[in-house]
T-cell receptor
Framework: DQQVKQNSPSLSVQEGRISILNCDYT??????FLWYKKYPAEGPTFLIS?????DKNEDGRFTVFLNKSAKHLSLHIVPSQPGDSAVYFC??????????????FGQGTILTVHP | GAGVSQTPSNKVTEKGKYVELRCDPI?????LYWYRQSLGQGPEFLIY????????DSGLPNDRFFAVRPEGSVSTLKIQRTERGDSAVYLC????????????FGQGTRLTVV
């Protein structure tokens, strides 16, 4: 069974500080992880991804860390900005072989960045 | 078009009625996905198309749900005999070819069954 869990429903941080969003997964067979950001009344927007051959991927203010032994990944946003306030979804997919990109999503974490 | 377009944005229907939700993917994208997002949950996979064929429909909850993509572009998700539990946001996504190519989501259709 493939499960992805985001155990923190919400996170509140001050502008300029670091935001850390966490995600746990159960099935190590699937080797591709993504973070999506979602604003109200919009569809999820791709933010950053990482494959299991890496343990870190960085894109500007966003860094994703993957700890395969703990089956855990995290998204770091530094520095946080009020415009980052949104719902963040962690997702797991199978990128290799006969994969077709089906994603399993976590429940989401609502991030609020205060000015 | 510039992005994935879903119509209508909102749909209110009575219990027992039939509804159709439409998705216009990004031009040239062969892979198309439907997801359903209930309140407080992440999107849940429903069905995947590669071209015209439904390659994986394992996420469809029951036989009241059906989807088509007859020309390999526009897709329609059809729900028969709607129930209040079908109320959710239905999201469509497309990607160039599936796999680890980025999937772009539409804004979703909010379905409310009263």
């Amino acid at each position: 069974d493939q499960q992805v869990k985001q155990n923190s429903p919400s996170l509140s941080v001050q502008e300029g500080r670091i935001s850390i969003l966490n995600c746990d997964y159960t099935n190590s067979m699937f080797d591709y992880f993504l973070w999506y950001k979602k604003y109200p009344a919009e569809g999820p927007t791709f933010l950053i991804s990482i494959s299991s051959i890496k343990d870190k991927n960085e894109d500007g203010r966003f860094t994703v860390f993957l700890n395969k032994s703990a089956k855990h990944l995290s998204l770091h946003i530094v520095p946080s900005q009020p415009g980052d306030s949104a719902v963040y979804f962690c997702a797991q997919g199978d990128a290799g072989g006969t994969s077709y990109g089906k994603l399993t999503f976590g429940q989401g974490t609502i991030l609020t960045v205060h000015p | 078009g510039a992005g994935v377009s879903q119509t209508p944005s909102n749909k209110v229907t009575e219990k027992g009625k039939y509804v159709e939700l439409r998705c216009d993917p990004i031009s040239g994208h062969t892979a198309l996905y439907w997801y359903r997002q209930s309140l407080g949950q992440g999107p849940e996979f429903l069905i995947y198309f590669q071209g015209t064929g439904a390659a994986d429909d394992s996420g469809l909850p029951n036989d009241r749900f059906f989807a088509v993509r007859p020309e390999g572009s526009v897709s329609t998700l059809k729900i028969q005999r709607t129930e209040r539990g079908d109320s959710a946001v239905y999201l469509c996504a497309s990607s160039v070819q599936g796999g680890d190519t980025e999937a772009f989501f539409g804004q979703g259709t909010r379905l409310t069954v009263v």
